[in-house]
């Protein structure tokens, strides 16, 4: 199995480009993630989704968009990039959270803003 | 205070070693993940639990609820259990939210 597949691996932008990270998982899992990870911190949720068709604002939303169009594929969109959001983005993806089911991590994007 | 606290931060091990690191927690839990990444960054989860204690190969971890305090343990070391290795937990109350801490850095030097 893929398991949770993040595109692309490393990224350059420059202030004010936008850029979509793409993530898609073939585990039919409900629930995906997306995280930031930056030096010294621990992961921070961005944003998330319980199904298709529904998303829901973490603890750092902002300056970024999510879409669900899709159980297998849930996009993080950057619109104005940002030197702030400098970092490495993780996305995930479980089965059930009411069952405190494992948790599936993509290998991760780096991306700079200069 | 972060609510999920690790320590140590830094571990410097010889192979073979029996590796102890601590994960403290200040919050009401319905479960408790320890996640391994590695250089290179890809992050592997290695255990859930809500309770008790859990062994796969040489790693273990345990929970303690009531003191809010869980420990992954690594028996005989080896040089390729070098990473960060991640605290996290799901907090109760219906949250998605899973708190991370800062995670340890361990080396395994042969």
């Known amino acids: 199995n893929a398991g949770v597949t993040q595109t692309p691996k490393f990224r350059i932008l420059k202030i004010g480009q936008s850029m979509t990270l793409q993530c898609t998982q073939d585990?039919?899992?409900?629930?995906m993630y997306w995280y930031r990870q930056d030096p010294g911190m621990g992961l921070k949720l961005i944003y998330y989704?319980?199904?298709?068709?529904?998303?829901d604002k973490g603890e750092v939303p902002n300056g970024y968009n999510v879409s669900r169009s899709t159980t297998e594929d849930f996009p993080l969109r950057l619109e104005l990039a940002a030197p702030s959001q400098t970092s490495v983005y993780f996305c995930?993806?479980?089965?059930?959270?009411?069952?405190?089911?494992?948790?599936?991590f993509g290998q991760g994007t780096r991306l700079t803003v200069v | 205070k972060n609510e999920v606290e690790q320590s140590p931060q830094n571990l410097t091990a010889q192979e073979g070693e029996f590796i102890t690191i601590n994960c403290s927690y200040s919050?009401?839990?319905?479960?408790l993940h320890w996640l391994q990444q590695h250089p290179g960054g890809g992050i592997v989860s290695l255990f859930m639990?809500?309770?008790g204690k859990k062994k796969h190969g040489r790693l273990i971890a345990t929970i303690n609820i009531q003191e809010k305090h869980s420990s992954l343990h690594i028996t005989a070391s080896h040089p390729r259990d070098s990473a960060v290795y991640i605290c996290?937990?799901?907090?109760?109350?219906?949250?998605?939210?899973?708190?991370f801490g800062k995670g340890t850095k361990l080396t395994v030097n042969p």
């Open positions: 995930a993806s479980s089965y059930n959270r009411a069952l405190n089911t494992e948790a599936f």
């Open positions: 585990m039919n899992h409900n629930y």
């Open positions: 989704s319980v199904g298709a068709g529904i998303t």
């Open positions: 919050v009401g839990i319905s479960a």
């Open positions: 639990l809500s309770s």
């Open positions: 996290a937990v799901r907090t109760q109350g219906g949250s998605e939210k899973l708190v």
